[in-house]
């Protein structure tokens, strides 16, 4: 009886729709809906540049320190600053309790984030330095490596360091046969696929493309367009977070 109760249970969950036939998430967002974001620059104040996001139920913090003198001396480069970053998931920021120590998700995580904002900095003003840069994750449901670029670039741009463009990520990705924004992570686990974008809105530049899972070339040229429609969309919200740090101080200083 235990059994055929837990298979029960087991079917209905797999039955569970996540799109309802109105084309209705199950968080009451449409197909190419964005979560509601909540951008903050500026709250560390031990850190030369920082950032907050909040979006949907994704909860992460971004430091910047430098450009600094590197140590050891011999890791420097003579031409251009080097970048360092680290994304990290605090334990607490999953349902079950995460190892604190780097995974190999975190350490490629680091690396792909540094690419993807590399291209954005004018790294080679500042050689034989460099530029430390801490993403960590409080809370986690899905897309928080597009969340997390989309502050590390807040951050960046709050330590003052020139920079070409902001970059702006957001993921697109395929659930229950349809193209949908921004996954959240039930839709990520029980999708066919997800597509994170890191997009440098003023030169049209894509600077991180992945994908997990299997769309045709029809579907995956649209999911691309999906995300940058998302990525434009950030790049607003990244904007309006830096004219609210900014702008408001330097209103207070004219007056
Ligand atoms: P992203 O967060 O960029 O979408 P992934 O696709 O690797 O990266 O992860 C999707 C989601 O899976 C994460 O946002 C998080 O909610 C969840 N997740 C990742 N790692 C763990 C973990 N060790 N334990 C539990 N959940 C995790």
């Known amino acids: 009886m235990a059994k055929k109760s837990s298979e ?11 799109i309802n036939k109105n084309d209705i998430r199950v968080d009451g967002r449409k197909l190419n809906d964005l979560r509601p974001v909540k951008l903050e620059v500026g709250i560390l104040a031990n850190a030369d540049g920082s950032a907050y996001i909040e979006q949907g139920k994704n909860k992460i913090l971004a430091g ?3 450009p600094k003198e590197l140590h050891p001396k011999h890791l420097a480069l003579p031409d251009r600053a080097l970048l360092h970053c680290r994304y990290h998931m605090a334990p607490f920021s999953v349902q079950e309790r995460k190892s604190p120590a780097p995974s190999r998700r975190e350490i490629e995580l680091s690396k792909v984030i ?9 790294t080679e003003y500042y050689p034989r330095t460099s530029i430390d840069l801490f993403i960590e994750v409080l809370q986690a449901d899905g897309g928080t490596r597009c969340a997390g670029i989309t502050i590390a670039s807040l951050a960046l741009a709050d330590a003052g360091i020139p920079m070409r463009d902001l970059v702006s990520a957001c993921a697109a990705g395929k659930v229950e046969g349809h193209l949908v924004l921004d996954l959240t992570d039930t839709e990520d686990k029980a999708g066919e696929a997800d597509l994170p974008v890191a997009f440098m809105p003023n030169f049209n530049a894509i600077t991180l493309l992945q994908m997990d899972g299997k769309l045709t070339s029809e579907e995956f040229e649209q999911a691309v367009g999906m995300a940058v429609e998302g990525c434009k969309q950030i790049y607003t919200h990244q904007k309006e977070a830096l004219k609210a740090k900014y702008l408001v101080k330097e209103e207070a200083v004219e007056e």
């Open 8 to 18: 029960k249970a087991e079917k209905s969950e797999k039955t569970e729709k996540l």
């Open 114 to 122: 540094r690419e993807s904002l590399e291209p954005s900095i004018f």
């Open 64 to 66: 910047v320190y430098g």
